[in-house]
């Protein structure tokens, strides 16, 4: 009998990629609730689009204000340009007083108003007035706002082409006739217009929040229903929500839920006959050594004392055996997941090393075949080693004398693979389906066993995200187990059946 020599070997073990940077307070706060998070973001918008609209409010009331008292001032200037007269070889003006002194109360304020030739040789009435900011075009009124005496002031101007120059002047020349006015009646109108604007505009952001907190409370109201209806189930309840009358937002929800309970049921189910199953197993060797301790206690002869101590030994450690099993079938069923960086090769000459003495006692030809020098990965070396050393426990036991048991490491790329091959008796191929069933066992197995080796090995593939694969072995003998586990690089564990 010959061993595949086993070399140590240094790995080399990644790191975990690096965890993500937790939340912050805010996002943590905002997601608590959607009732806050639509309020912290609903609620700054209406007050920017508040915002916006008091200062279009502000500009349309501007403009209002302006476009109707500029055509006062127009009304003003026409009315102080049709008083011009030449006639007399020089600049007369015959003022309106009475339509100034109504367009003063009309303004109530100031008016001011000049009339002079453009080069400024004849002015009459305020000759400081604020000029124009451009040029003046004949017969296109400007308006423009300056200062007067230190006080604000709207000014109109107009100019136009006199039908006959001064005397002594060249022609054409032109006349320039302003009229300005302070600005208290247009300010006062301005905010009568804006708080106008602004009432109006509350009212629509009030009227609009409470129609949209009734909006959300009404939306909400499915979801208060859902949880009752939660709250409300028996711990044994299981069976699927009713989705009748659910919103169409709320039914992905309600399906993950049925799905979620639908795994809890098939998770119960499966512990309510694992247990069932453990207790029957348990209970024929727990009998058969109350039985052979009752005979021991009434056995006087030495020798058949002494075999019946063995045969208790014997049953005693199967038992322990049987019950660690089932014990290491439950943590990989339900055990959260703790995955470790690990090396492929690594594991299996340890596990080689370890079982190498049984084989050499058994007269198993155990050997270790890995092409590759390193092979990293992560899992979780417990339950890969638990799981394995059953597979390579069954092959020795069962493949007898003689028997050639290889432990195999590959990969593609995607999946690593541990594969314990055997050219012993193996299972006839109507078995091979049910092989990885728990307590299962074959009808030519003649060595006593709990049946869970398979089960492990196929959980704890199940649970790297993998599986496991039963066939006959090379040349059609003996038995393959593959316990295929994903990828190489960062494989998704799930705790328990998937």
Not at 119 to 125: A, K, N, P, S
Not at 154 to 159: E, F, T
């Amino acid at each position: 009998m010959s061993a595949a020599p086993v070399r140590p070997q240094a790995s080399s073990h990644r790191s975990p990629q690096g965890e993500g940077m937790p939340l912050g307070s805010l996002a943590r706060w905002l997601g608590g609730s959607i009732r806050r998070m639509l309020l912290v973001v609903l609620v700054p918008g209406m007050l920017l689009v508040f915002s916006a609209e008091l200062w279009l409010a502000w500009r349309t009331a501007s403009e209002a204000a302006d476009a109707a008292y500029d055509r006062s001032l127009l009304g003003a200037v026409k009315s102080i340009d049709s008083s011009i007269s030449t006639a007399s070889g020089g600049l007369g003006v015959e003022l309106p007083y009475r339509m100034l002194e109504f367009f003063e109360l009309t303004a109530n304020g100031q008016v001011y108003y000049r009339v002079a030739t453009e080069d400024g040789l004849v002015e009459i009435g305020s000759s400081d007035l604020p000029p124009p900011p451009s040029p003046l075009l004949s017969g296109k009124p400007q308006f423009h706002e300056g200062v007067y005496f230190g006080e604000p002031v709207r000014v109109g101007s107009y100019a136009r082409e006199l039908s006959a120059p001064l005397a002594g002047q060249p022609g054409p020349q032109r006349v320039v006739i302003q009229v300005a006015e302070t600005l208290e009646a247009r300010n006062e109108f301005r905010r009568g217009l804006v708080l106008h604007s602004v009432a109006r505009d509350f009212l629509l952001v009030a009227v609009a929040s409470t129609l949209f907190g009734l909006a959300i409370a009404w939306a909400m109201r499915p979801l208060a229903r859902l949880r009752q209806d939660v709250e409300a189930r028996a711990p044994q309840d299981l069976t699927p929500m009713d989705s009748d009358g659910v919103p169409a937002e709320l039914l992905p929800l309600v399906g993950a839920l049925n799905h979620h309970i639908e795994r809890n049921r098939e998770q119960t189910e499966a512990r309510r006959q694992f247990v069932d199953d453990a207790s029957h197993q348990l209970r024929t060797p727990l009998t058969t050594l109350a039985t052979q301790v009752a005979y021991a206690l009434r056995e006087a002869d030495p020798a058949a004392l002494r075999e019946v101590m063995d045969n208790i030994r014997q049953q005693l450690d199967e038992t322990i055996r049987q019950t660690n099993q089932m014990l290491s079938l439950a943590k990989a069923d339900s055990a959260a997941p703790e995955p470790e960086a690990l090396d492929a090769v690594v594991l299996a000459e340890d596990l080689v090393r370890r079982w190498w003495p049984l084989a050499r006692e058994q007269g198993v030809d155990l050997g270790l075949h890995a092409p590759m020098a390193t092979l990293p990965f992560r899992g979780e070396p417990g339950l890969l080693k638990e799981a394995l050393s059953n597979l390579l426990h069954n092959a020795i036991r069962h493949g007898g004398a003689g028997c050639h048991v290889t432990l195999a490491v590959a990969a593609d790329g995607r999946h690593v693979r541990f594969s314990v091959v055997d050219d012993g008796p193996g299972l006839p191929p109507e078995e091979l389906p049910r092989a990885g069933e728990r307590f299962f066992r074959g009808r030519q197995g003649q060595l006593p066993g709990s049946g869970l080796g398979l089960a492990i090995a196929r959980t704890v593939a199940q649970r790297h995200g993998g599986g496991m694969r039963v066939s006959v072995g090379p040349e059609g003998r003996g038995l393959a187990v593959t316990m295929e586990l994903a990828g190489t690089g960062a494989p998704s564990l799930h705790a328990g059946k998937p």
